[in-house]
């Protein structure tokens, strides 16, 4: 269960890590907007577009792979099986926000379906 809730804790620090292009994008359009920080991610371009996207299917992903953690030690049914595919989810997304941001798009949707997956074949242990 351990390498479990490690991913998970890794799973929920990802998005905050991954705000730091973000606001290193958003700085050089003129410097950080703290009044009005939505406002001003809305006018990114480029890497700092892509950079937001990440960050907020960092988000997105996190739903369905917490989930997952939480359905299969509920169900106390963690297995080798469960703890490798969290591995592999962590790794992915890792992975799928360097793609993003270097636009490798074939990568980057290749890492996604690898990390969805992997939440997925986390859950089906719970079964």
């Given at each position: ?96 926000q360097l793609a993003y941001l270097y636009d490798t798009d074939k990568l980057r949707s290749s890492l996604w379906f690898v990390g969805i997956i992997a939440s997925f074949t986390v859950l089906a242990q719970a079964f």
């Open positions: 269960m351990t390498t479990l809730l490690t991913c998970l804790l890794l799973a929920m620090l990802l998005p905050y890590l991954a705000k730091g292009p973000v606001a290193v994008a958003m700085a050089k359009l003129g410097g950080y907007d703290n009044h009005h920080p939505r406002s001003q991610q809305a006018k990114l371009e480029g890497f700092g577009a892509r950079a937001l996207a990440a960050h907020q299917n960092a988000f997105e992903s996190l739903l369905i792979f917490g989930l997952a953690v939480v359905a299969v030690i509920a169900a106390g049914k963690v297995n080798g099986t469960a703890e490798v595919a969290a591995v592999v989810h962590v790794v992915a997304r890792v992975g799928y």
